[in-house]
C-alpha cells in the first residue's frame, strides 16, 4: 500500500459545478498535511495547509479526518482556471525525508 | 522578488554521461529540497539541505547520485553514469525553514530541469 494515496482521476465536471477528491495517507503519525497545485509542465505551487479543524480559503476547504485518515479538498463553484492536478502532501515527521507527496488527481473543468 | 531557478531547463544526455543539474534558491531560504518527478507520478524525494546541518540523503536512489550545496546558497544536483530511468523532470525548492510543524512552512518550487537520457 502507498503511503499517501489520491484517486488519479480525471475528474472532469462543468464549470460552477462542486468537486471533491480525497487523499488517504497510512502513517497515524502524520502531522502536517497540505494541499499543492500543480498546472501542467509546471511546477507545484501550495494551495493551502489543512488543519485539523478544517479550514476554508475562498472557494476551496479543506478538511482532515485523522480516525479515518484522510484528507479532503473540496472545490465549489468551479471555475475553468480551477483545471490543473491536486498534490495531496503529508509529513509524518519533523523530518524533510518524510514528506509524501502523492501522486496527484487530475482535475478538468469544462465550459 | 526572484524565484526558485533552476539550469538547465531542459538536458537531452547519451546513457552513460554525467550530468550536473544546478539550483538557485530564494535568497535567505535555508532549507533546500530536491525531488524527482516521472511522467504522470507524484514527487520523489531525493536530498533535503537544512542550514549547516549534514544533509539528508536518504531518498537518492543510487550512488550514482549526490549534491553539493555550497555557501548554504547554490546546490548541484550530480548523476554520474546516467541511465534511461533516470529521465525525469528534477525539481528544486527551497523554504525559509526546514521545520515541519503543525502549518508547516511553504516549498517553494523552481520549474524544473526535464533530463532525458537517450
Known amino acids: 500500500r502507498k503511503e499517501v494515496e489520491q484517486d488519479p482521476g480525471p475528474f472532469n465536471v462543468p464549470e460552477g459545478a462542486t468537486v471533491a477528491f480525497n487523499c488517504t495517507y497510512s502513517?497515524?503519525?502524520?502531522?502536517?498535511f497540505f494541499w499543492y497545485r500543480q498546472d501542467c509542465r509546471k511546477e507545484p505551487k501550495l494551495l493551502m495547509s489543512?488543519?485539523?479543524s478544517g479550514n476554508e480559503d475562498g472557494r476551496f476547504t479543506a478538511q482532515l479526518n485523522r480516525a479515518s485518515q484522510y484528507i479532503s479538498l473540496l472545490i465549489r463553484d468551479s471555475k475553468l482556471s480551477d483545471s490543473a492536478t491536486y498534490l495531496c502532501?503529508?509529513?509524518?515527521?519533523?523530518?524533510?525525508?518524510?514528506?509524501?507527496f502523492g501522486s496527484g488527481t487530475r482535475l478538468s473543468i469544462r465550459p | 522578488g526572484a524565484g526558485v531557478s533552476q539550469s538547465p531547463s531542459n538536458k537531452v544526455t547519451e546513457k552513460g554521461k554525467d550530468v550536473e543539474l544546478r539550483c538557485d534558491p530564494i535568497?535567505?531560504?535555508?532549507?533546500l529540497y530536491w525531488y524527482r518527478q516521472s511522467l504522470g507520478q507524484g514527487l520523489e524525494f531525493l536530498i533535503y539541505?537544512?542550514?549547516?546541518?549534514?544533509?539528508?540523503k536518504s531518498g537518492l536512489p543510487s550512488d550514482r547520485f549526490s549534491a553539493e550545496r555550497t555557501g548554504g546558497s547554490v546546490s548541484t544536483l550530480t548523476i554520474q553514469r546516467t541511465q534511461q530511468e533516470d529521465s525525469a523532470v528534477y525539481l528544486c525548492?527551497?523554504?525559509?525553514?526546514?521545520?515541519?510543524?503543525?502549518?508547516?512552512?511553504?516549498?517553494?518550487f523552481g520549474p524544473g530541469t526535464r533530463l532525458t537520457v537517450l
Open positions: 525548492a527551497s523554504s525559509l525553514a526546514g521545520s515541519w510543524t503543525s502549518g508547516g512552512t511553504e516549498q517553494f
Open positions: 502513517n497515524s503519525a502524520s502531522q502536517s
Open positions: 489543512v488543519y485539523s
Open positions: 502532501v503529508v509529513n509524518g515527521y519533523s523530518s524533510a525525508s518524510k514528506i509524501i
Open positions: 535568497s535567505g531560504h535555508t532549507a
Open positions: 539541505f537544512q542550514g549547516n546541518s549534514a544533509p539528508d
